[in-house]
């Protein structure tokens, strides 16, 4: 069992930055594919980014590249989102997930976190 546990989120003005973490309790972290997903109110959840376990793979969705990195460090069992040009649309509730392959599917995640606020205002 894998649990993930983000933060970083909160109220920024348009233009503004954040950056989410989302730290895992295994000591298995670096097998693991990580995925950002967001939802927005009354919204499906969609596809933010995905890292591969090594960073040699990356993927975003088309309304955040350019604007959004994705990172990961393993040794602290972290993974990063980067956000900055923040705009109003990116108001969502964030989510990190872990799965064997970097994929915009969320059906290959395997654990979920329980989610950060993210609040951006114009």
């Known amino acids: 069992q894998v649990q993930l546990v983000e933060s970083g989120g909160g109220p920024v003005q348009a233009g503004g930055s954040l950056r989410l973490s989302c730290t895992a309790s295994t000591r298995t972290f670096a097998n693991y594919a990580m995925g950002w997903f967001r939802q927005a109110p009354g919204k499906e959840r969609e596809f933010v980014a995905a890292?591969?376990?090594?960073?040699?793979?990356?993927y975003y969705a088309a309304s955040v590249k350019g604007r959004f990195t994705i990172s990961r460090h393993n040794a602290k069992n972290t993974v990063y989102l980067q956000m900055n040009s923040l705009k109003p649309e990116d108001t969502a509730v964030y989510y990190c997930?872990?799965?064997?392959?970097?994929?915009?599917?969320?059906?290959?995640?395997?654990?979920w976190g329980q989610g950060t606020q993210v609040t951006v205002s114009s």
């Open positions: 890292i591969s376990w090594n960073g040699g793979s990356i």
């Open positions: 997930a872990a799965g064997a392959q970097a994929t915009m599917s969320e059906e290959e995640y395997d654990y």
